[in-house]
């Protein structure tokens, strides 16, 4: 095939006018240390790490490990708070050395920390977390994201209090014998870059703008030369075949399958020569330009959110971005969001793919131009400076439009609280013995277990049989809460006593993995972070993520 | 319950036995990179006391975004020697052993794998694991397999007549490129950027390379008087290698379709010839590219026609210095050189320029690289290594950790395979080979076939109970001389014909095959190849079940991408159609052998059990 023409040079124009790297105040980022992951997740992704505080409850194995993962990519500041002393059970954590048997936890693992990444700022509080939590909880304003490990029930639940309403992240990792578990909680996480694994390209190809159709009409494939109509963008081919059959068929556009197959076959009939590549792709390119332009669920969903109507001074940018998006949505765009102006790339001549892509960008433009302008009317409107939110924030929102989300967590408390627990979920998995459930509810149970008696089942010098008989009455208890009714199979109880609150590293290394990578996530506001609860069990290499 | 210190939480939760078992291992790990740093750390904390770690690498700092083990001071030390002395700090109570060295070197043969009672990847190409894997299956040590890219990851335990072994499914090919699109006809930047890498070997390598050279010889007094231009030049290497390649070489192209009748440029815009006069006296307006990190800027013409000037000239410095040159990503002059070379070309074809960021990414075959998935796919290794030392392979599972949930799942396991009995690895040992022996010397099959796609390493051949190659060292300079001269001959000459049955081993990976020969005149230049057992006269290729296991994903860095075999319909279409001609197939017949960047996501089905094989020009 000749003259692919890609769309990537065309691309780096959106980056043009992304931050100064020496602008004052702002740190020049590493690029050849951060090479390979600057390829994930981009400048903007490597800011937001930059500048992101971090605290960590507790260093024990998982939770050092996740900040490791956190450091090495160059987080921007993160406090260790942590009450202990090193003892021989912390040579399972791998930023522990043993020679500082009897140190403050805190101090050793930031020091070691530290060390991986100079460029990052480490603090060690040697205070214990619950204690914090009891007497000062306004410590945790100063973080952008919270990871908790090893905290009792109480104090945890009184943590995410304080921080749910701040809408701070709260992560709670754990690592108990060969069962993992993470708990995410962020009242409202918004995501601009969602990054779907196959995006549709938006090509109006159904209900082209007026510019569009006046371009595809300005070509004359009849008179074209045998190479000019082989580069032909298969856009234009699909617009002047949708065209034609509006006229045939009164207006209507292919809808039944016979109908498709018919289109589809018409197309390659148009074709001047065998295999011209333009066409196959036309071919290929219509099945997914049978649906018309829409609003994505996600979006639709944030529409219809009261944050997206009741805009205050105190509104967070992207919901004043969102009330005018569904401004625009209901006025020019006639339904539609703003035009993208990406183009996916395809057999064309570089000019005659320039030229269509002109007409994408343009109308990308003029769509975003008046975006830009509702946004400003908005903060007028609201008594704010019009400057508030950037020329480059609304582009970016603008040109991400189809790809914006939203994820409420569920609070820890509606987790436990009776009446929003998920009892019939946990009902169902008490009789599936797959279920990762039966872990979640054995977990729960060791925690109660602590709660009463200060200490976790099965751990040391306790009386096994005894914690077991105890520990089934708890879980009992537990479910009866919640209004389940069934009981746990005791066989999780029996190996949850057995783990003892053992942290195994190859364990605490996983979850440590896969809470790092939800912070990046949260932090990054790219992708879309777990909801809410994951749970891992290395007895059989398996996990499932659940909304508790 | 009392905790005893260190191994405390590991009694406990794995129990008695197990973890003696830990204890008593002798674990080898293949590679220091990302996953083997992740590795090496679980190791030393979960109670393995005897471990051997062996790479070949040394530290760069593009490293240390996740190879923990290593600090800034590291830079340019060896992996496994540094990596052995950080998690020695860390755990002084384990036995640890660094080999800085390639592990396809015979020190590494049969005898050194049968030490151990279980091997660890974590290896970053597929050629390694291709050997690791054989001498796995030939010493019968069981092996967990391992990579990542990006947000993804797999592992996968392997054990011989157990389990599916790694080569039991078809691996990602590297993707090959038709020489004269390399050389005439580019249609994109992966083109250029390969011509930039040619042309860099070429010009300051230690080898030379006439690849990219057109034989065409032409009396045209018009191409004359650009060659005796040139030929002035010669004073300024850096100047004339930018005349010659930019301007006399593009010219003589467009020259030779005017006057050769030849429909080189219908169907296609010409190349337009730039001198460097013009390239450095342009200055098109470009956007201004403030703010943008500096090696993400796209640069224009004139730029690249100084960097091109200005790397050139330190090359060659380099060169006359007698430092030869061979393309590495971190080699800035290098990669300057191919940014440049191959903006400039892409230019003159009118293809879009790209950044040296991406330029690297292409050149460089860089696939991103994060702590994060190392640190889970680490942990899941360790895992499965506890379920087969305390002998429960039937609990093992093949393991993915995908970007995000599918149905509530962040790793998807799935049951181990079964052996396929026609792996010629671990199954049937034998191959049909089609080829035509008229045309192929025992050079290219040994060079080609034996290593390049089936994957030896020292290989031997014996057709009807006579050697008529070896290969391996300890050979003395008459049996060399001796080797020599039967390279040159053609297939037929040596026996090697159809239906013959010729012995292939490798004592250096323990395997032995059989290969079945088919003389086939369908592919000029080409070959083709199915591990199956040979039925009589029945040649026609099966089509395979459809299969849902991901290709294998590459360990992060300095990884040799390879492109998974694409398109599905098309291709098995095309495994159908083998015993027919293929008008194509001698089209491309001249071929280099490529990797190339690609989404391993998309690769995720492979279906054909066919690997086809492409003879290199000469």
Same mark, same amino acid.
């Given at each position: 095939?000749?003259?692919?023409?890609?769309?990537?040079?065309?691309?780096?124009?959106?980056?043009?006018?992304?931050?100064?790297?020496?602008?004052?105040?702002?740190?020049?980022?590493?690029?050849?240390?951060?090479?390979?992951?600057?390829?994930?997740?981009?400048?903007?992704?490597?800011?937001?790490?930059?500048?992101?505080?971090?605290?960590?409850?507790?260093?024990?194995?998982?939770?050092?490990?996740?900040?490791?993962?956190?450091?090495?990519?160059?987080?921007?500041?993160?406090?260790?708070?942590?009450?202990?002393?090193?003892?021989?059970?912390?040579?399972?954590?791998?930023?522990?050395?043993?020679?500082?048997?009897?140190?403050?936890?805190?101090?050793?693992?930031?020091? /070691?920390?530290?060390?991986?990444?100079?460029?990052?700022?480490?603090?060690?509080?040697?205070?214990?977390?619950?204690?914090?939590?009891?007497?000062?909880?306004?410590?945790?304003?100063?973080?952008?994201?919270?990871?908790?490990?090893?905290?009792?029930?109480?104090?945890?639940?009184?943590?995410?209090?304080?921080?749910?309403?701040?809408?701070?992240?709260?992560?709670?990792?754990?690592?108990?014998?060969?069962?993992?578990?993470?708990?995410?909680?962020?009242?409202?996480?918004?995501?601009?870059?969602?990054?779907?694994?196959?995006?549709?390209?938006?090509?109006?190809?159904?209900?082209?703008?007026?510019?569009?159709?006046?371009?595809?009409?300005?070509?004359?494939?009849?008179?074209?030369?045998?190479?000019?109509?082989?580069?032909?963008?298969?856009?234009?081919?699909?617009?002047?075949?949708?065209?034609?059959?509006?006229?045939?068929?009164?207006?209507?556009?292919?809808?039944?399958?016979?109908?498709?197959?018919?289109?589809?076959?018409?197309?390659?009939?148009?074709?001047?020569?065998?295999?011209?590549?333009?066409?196959?792709?036309?071919?290929?390119?219509?099945?997914?330009?049978?649906?018309?332009?829409?609003?994505?669920?996600?979006?639709?969903? /944030?529409?219809?959110?009261?944050?997206?109507?009741?805009?205050?001074?105190?509104?967070?940018?992207?919901?004043?971005?969102?009330?005018?998006?569904?401004?625009?949505?209901?006025?020019?765009?006639?339904?539609?969001?703003?035009?993208?102006?990406?183009?996916?790339?395809?057999?064309?001549?570089?000019?005659?793919?320039?030229?269509?892509?002109?007409?994408?960008?343009?109308?990308?433009?003029?769509?975003?131009?008046?975006?830009?302008?509702?946004?400003?009317?908005?903060?007028?409107?609201?008594?704010?400076?019009?400057?508030?939110?950037?020329?480059?924030?609304?582009?970016?929102?603008?040109?991400?439009?189809?790809?914006?989300?939203?994820?409420?967590?569920?609070?820890?408390?509606?987790?436990?609280?009776?009446?929003?627990?998920?009892?019939?979920?946990?009902?169902?998995?008490?009789?599936?013995?797959?279920?990762?459930?039966?872990?979640?509810?054995?977990?729960?149970?060791?925690?109660?277990?602590?709660?009463q008696k200060g200490r976790y089942p099965g751990d040391v010098d306790s009386n096994v049989a005894g914690d077991l008989a105890d520990l089934k009455q708890i879980a009992e208890k537990l479910l009866q809460e919640i209004h389940v009714t069934g009981t746990l199979d005791e066989r999780f109880l029996g190996e949850i006593i057995r783990y003892g609150n053992a942290e195994l590293h190859s364990i605490a290394s996983l979850i440590g993995g896969v809470a790092s990578q939800e912070v990046i996530k949260l932090v990054t506001h790219q992708y879309v972070p777990l909801n809410n609860t994951f749970i891992y069990n290395g007895l059989n290499s398996s996990s499932q993520s659940y909304q508790l | 319950m009392e905790l005893e210190g260190r191994n405390g939480h590991l009694i406990q939760s794995l129990g008695d036995d197990l973890f003696k078992n830990v204890q008593q291992s002798k674990i080898l790990v293949v590679g220091a990179g990302g996953i083997g740093c992740e590795l090496l750390k679980n190791l030393v904390l979960s109670g393995f006391q005897d471990i051997e770690i062996i790479d070949m690498d040394t530290i760069d700092l593009s490293n240390l975004n996740r190879q923990f083990l290593f600090q800034r001071k590291h830079i340019g030390m060896s992996k496994s020697q540094v990596a052995r002395e950080s998690a020695l700090r860390f755990n002084p109570r384990v036995n640890i052993k660094s080999y800085h060295a390639n592990i396809k070197t015979s020190d590494f043969g049969p005898d050194f794998f049968r030490r151990f009672t279980l091997v660890l990847n974590a290896l970053d190409n597929l050629d390694a694991r291709r050997h690791v894997n054989r001498l796995c299956i030939a010493v019968d040590v069981p092996l967990i397999e391992s990579g990542t890219a990006g947000y993804l990851g797999q592992v996968q335990v392997i054990k011989r007549n157990v389990t599916e072994c790694y080569e039991c499914q078809p691996k990602p090919v590297a993707k090959t490129y038709a020489y004269c699109t390399i050389r005439s006809a580019p249609t994109k930047s992966i083109h250029c950027i390969i011509w930039g890498k040619e042309e860099l070997k070429a010009q300051f390598g230690d080898v030379e390379d006439q690849t990219l050279e057109d034989e065409e010889v032409s009396d045209d007094p018009e191409i004359k008087r650009q060659e005796d231009i040139l030929e002035t030049m010669k004073s300024d290497y850096p100047k004339?290698?930018?005349?010659?390649?930019?301007?006399?070489?593009?010219?003589?192209?467009?020259?030779?379709?005017?006057?050769?009748?030849?429909?080189?440029?219908?169907?296609?815009?010409?190349?337009?010839?730039?001198?460097?006069?013009?390239?450095?006296?342009?200055?098109?307006?470009?956007?201004?590219?403030?703010?943008?990190?500096?090696?993400?800027?796209?640069?224009?013409?004139?730029?690249?026609?100084?960097?091109?000037?200005?790397?050139?000239?330190?090359?060659?410095?380099?060169?006359?210095?007698g430092n030869f040159v061979e393309f590495d990503k971190d080699d800035l002059e290098c990669l300057q050189f191919v940014t440049a070379a191959s903006n400039i070309r892409s230019w003159i074809f009118g293809i879009p320029m790209l950044s040296q960021f991406e330029i690297k990414s292409q050149a460089g075959n860089i696939i991103p690289a994060i702590a994060t998935t190392n640190a889970i796919i680490a942990g899941m290794i360790v895992v499965e290594a506890f379920k087969v030392l305390d002998g429960r392979l039937q609990d093992t599972r093949m393991t993915y950790l995908a970007q995000k949930p599918s149905a509530g799942r962040l790793l998807l396991s799935s049951q181990n395979e079964k052996p396929n009995k026609n792996c010629y690895v671990c199954g049937s040992n034998f191959i049909v080979l089609k080829l035509n022996t008229l045309e192929f010397n025992l050079k290219d099959f040994v060079e080609k076939i034996l290593i390049g796609t089936i994957g030896m390493n020292a290989p031997s051949v014996v057709v009807s109970d006579a050697l008529i190659y070896e290969c391996g060292e300890g050979l003395d300079s008459e049996e060399i001389a001796q080797n020599q001269k039967q390279l040159k001959k053609t297939l037929q000459e040596v026996r090697i014909v159809d239906n013959a049955t010729v012995d292939v081993s490798d004592d250096s990976q323990e395997l032995k095959l059989k290969l079945v020969i088919v003389q086939s005149t369908e592919f000029p230049g080409n070959f083709n190849i199915a591990g199956e057992v040979p039925k009589p006269q029945v040649l026609a290729p099966k089509v395979p079940a459809k299969t849902e296991v991901p290709a294998k994903i590459e360990e992060d860095d300095d990884v040799q991408m390879l492109e998974s075999i694409e398109g599905e319909p098309k291709k098995r279409k095309r495994d159908l159609e083998i015993l027919s001609p293929d008008p194509k197939a001698n089209e491309d017949d001249q071929s280099l052998l490529v990797s190339s960047n690609v989404d391993l996501l998309g690769g995720n089905k492979v279906e054909v059990l066919r690997l086809e094989g492409r003879l290199e020009g000469p």
């Amino acid at each position: 095939c000749w003259w692919r023409t890609s769309s990537r040079l065309f691309q780096r124009k959106e980056k043009m006018s992304a931050t100064n790297t020496t602008a004052p105040g702002k740190k020049v980022i590493d690029e050849k240390r951060y090479d390979r992951q600057l390829r994930l997740w981009g400048e903007d992704g490597q800011r937001r790490l930059g500048d992101a505080k971090l605290c960590l409850l507790n260093a024990n194995a998982s939770g050092t490990e996740t900040l490791k993962n956190l450091v090495l990519p160059g987080i921007g500041a993160f406090t260790i708070l942590d009450g202990r002393k090193v003892d021989a059970a912390d040579l399972n954590n791998f930023f522990i050395e043993e020679s500082s048997i009897g140190q403050s936890r805190a101090e050793v693992t930031t020091r /070691l920390l530290t060390e991986l990444n100079t460029e990052v700022e480490g603090h060690a509080v040697s205070r214990d977390p619950v204690e914090v939590i009891e007497k000062e909880i306004s410590f945790f304003h100063q973080f952008s994201l919270v990871i908790a490990s090893d905290v009792p029930e109480q104090p945890l639940l009184k943590l995410a209090r304080e921080l749910q309403p701040r809408n701070v992240p709260l992560v709670v990792i754990r690592s108990y014998g060969l069962i993992g578990a993470l708990r995410i909680s962020v009242a409202e996480h918004t995501i601009i870059e969602s990054k779907p694994d196959n995006p549709a390209d938006d090509l109006r190809l159904l209900d082209p703008f007026p510019e569009l159709l006046a371009f595809s009409d300005s070509l004359d494939m009849e008179k074209m030369d045998s190479t000019e109509h082989s580069h032909t963008p298969w856009v234009v081919i699909l617009l002047k075949a949708f065209k034609k059959w509006a006229d045939e068929h009164g207006g209507k556009t292919p809808s039944t399958y016979p109908e498709k197959t018919a289109f589809r076959n018409g197309v390659l009939k148009e074709q001047k020569k065998q295999d011209e590549e333009n066409y196959s792709e036309a071919y290929k390119g219509a099945v997914k330009s049978f649906e018309r332009a829409s609003i994505p669920s996600d979006v639709k969903a /944030l529409f219809a959110s009261p944050k997206a109507d009741h805009i205050t001074a105190e509104s967070a940018h992207f919901w004043i971005l969102v009330h005018a998006l569904k401004q625009f949505v209901d006025a020019e765009g006639k339904g539609l969001l703003p035009v993208s102006g990406s183009l996916p790339d395809m057999t064309a001549t570089t000019d005659m793919y320039m030229r269509i892509q002109k007409v994408y960008e343009k109308k990308a433009q003029e769509d975003a131009a008046i975006f830009g302008k509702k946004v400003k009317e908005i903060l007028q409107k609201i008594g704010k400076p019009t400057d508030t939110i950037s020329e480059e924030e609304i582009k970016k929102f603008c040109k991400h439009a189809a790809f914006l989300n939203c994820i409420n967590h569920r609070s820890l408390d509606e987790e436990r609280n009776p009446n929003t627990a998920k009892s019939s979920l946990i009902a169902s998995a008490l009789a599936d013995e797959n279920s990762h459930l039966n872990w979640y509810v054995a977990l729960r149970a060791a925690d109660a277990f602590y709660t009463q008696k200060g200490r976790y089942p099965g751990d040391v010098d306790s009386n096994v049989a005894g914690d077991l008989a105890d520990l089934k009455q708890i879980a009992e208890k537990l479910l009866q809460e919640i209004h389940v009714t069934g009981t746990l199979d005791e066989r999780f109880l029996g190996e949850i006593i057995r783990y003892g609150n053992a942290e195994l590293h190859s364990i605490a290394s996983l979850i440590g993995g896969v809470a790092s990578q939800e912070v990046i996530k949260l932090v990054t506001h790219q992708y879309v972070p777990l909801n809410n609860t994951f749970i891992y069990n290395g007895l059989n290499s398996s996990s499932q993520s659940y909304q508790l | 319950m009392e905790l005893e210190g260190r191994n405390g939480h590991l009694i406990q939760s794995l129990g008695d036995d197990l973890f003696k078992n830990v204890q008593q291992s002798k674990i080898l790990v293949v590679g220091a990179g990302g996953i083997g740093c992740e590795l090496l750390k679980n190791l030393v904390l979960s109670g393995f006391q005897d471990i051997e770690i062996i790479d070949m690498d040394t530290i760069d700092l593009s490293n240390l975004n996740r190879q923990f083990l290593f600090q800034r001071k590291h830079i340019g030390m060896s992996k496994s020697q540094v990596a052995r002395e950080s998690a020695l700090r860390f755990n002084p109570r384990v036995n640890i052993k660094s080999y800085h060295a390639n592990i396809k070197t015979s020190d590494f043969g049969p005898d050194f794998f049968r030490r151990f009672t279980l091997v660890l990847n974590a290896l970053d190409n597929l050629d390694a694991r291709r050997h690791v894997n054989r001498l796995c299956i030939a010493v019968d040590v069981p092996l967990i397999e391992s990579g990542t890219a990006g947000y993804l990851g797999q592992v996968q335990v392997i054990k011989r007549n157990v389990t599916e072994c790694y080569e039991c499914q078809p691996k990602p090919v590297a993707k090959t490129y038709a020489y004269c699109t390399i050389r005439s006809a580019p249609t994109k930047s992966i083109h250029c950027i390969i011509w930039g890498k040619e042309e860099l070997k070429a010009q300051f390598g230690d080898v030379e390379d006439q690849t990219l050279e057109d034989e065409e010889v032409s009396d045209d007094p018009e191409i004359k008087r650009q060659e005796d231009i040139l030929e002035t030049m010669k004073s300024d290497y850096p100047k004339w290698l930018f005349h010659k390649v930019f301007y006399t070489d593009i010219f003589r192209k467009v020259r030779m379709g005017e006057i050769g009748g030849k429909k080189i440029w219908e169907d296609r815009p010409p190349p337009i010839p730039m001198s460097l006069e013009v390239a450095l006296g342009t200055n098109p307006a470009v956007e201004s590219q403030e703010g943008i990190l500096e090696e993400q800027k796209v640069l224009n013409l004139k730029q690249n026609a100084e960097l091109f000037i200005k790397s050139a000239t330190a090359l060659q410095e380099r060169k006359l210095k007698g430092n030869f040159v061979e393309f590495d990503k971190d080699d800035l002059e290098c990669l300057q050189f191919v940014t440049a070379a191959s903006n400039i070309r892409s230019w003159i074809f009118g293809i879009p320029m790209l950044s040296q960021f991406e330029i690297k990414s292409q050149a460089g075959n860089i696939i991103p690289a994060i702590a994060t998935t190392n640190a889970i796919i680490a942990g899941m290794i360790v895992v499965e290594a506890f379920k087969v030392l305390d002998g429960r392979l039937q609990d093992t599972r093949m393991t993915y950790l995908a970007q995000k949930p599918s149905a509530g799942r962040l790793l998807l396991s799935s049951q181990n395979e079964k052996p396929n009995k026609n792996c010629y690895v671990c199954g049937s040992n034998f191959i049909v080979l089609k080829l035509n022996t008229l045309e192929f010397n025992l050079k290219d099959f040994v060079e080609k076939i034996l290593i390049g796609t089936i994957g030896m390493n020292a290989p031997s051949v014996v057709v009807s109970d006579a050697l008529i190659y070896e290969c391996g060292e300890g050979l003395d300079s008459e049996e060399i001389a001796q080797n020599q001269k039967q390279l040159k001959k053609t297939l037929q000459e040596v026996r090697i014909v159809d239906n013959a049955t010729v012995d292939v081993s490798d004592d250096s990976q323990e395997l032995k095959l059989k290969l079945v020969i088919v003389q086939s005149t369908e592919f000029p230049g080409n070959f083709n190849i199915a591990g199956e057992v040979p039925k009589p006269q029945v040649l026609a290729p099966k089509v395979p079940a459809k299969t849902e296991v991901p290709a294998k994903i590459e360990e992060d860095d300095d990884v040799q991408m390879l492109e998974s075999i694409e398109g599905e319909p098309k291709k098995r279409k095309r495994d159908l159609e083998i015993l027919s001609p293929d008008p194509k197939a001698n089209e491309d017949d001249q071929s280099l052998l490529v990797s190339s960047n690609v989404d391993l996501l998309g690769g995720n089905k492979v279906e054909v059990l066919r690997l086809e094989g492409r003879l290199e020009g000469p």
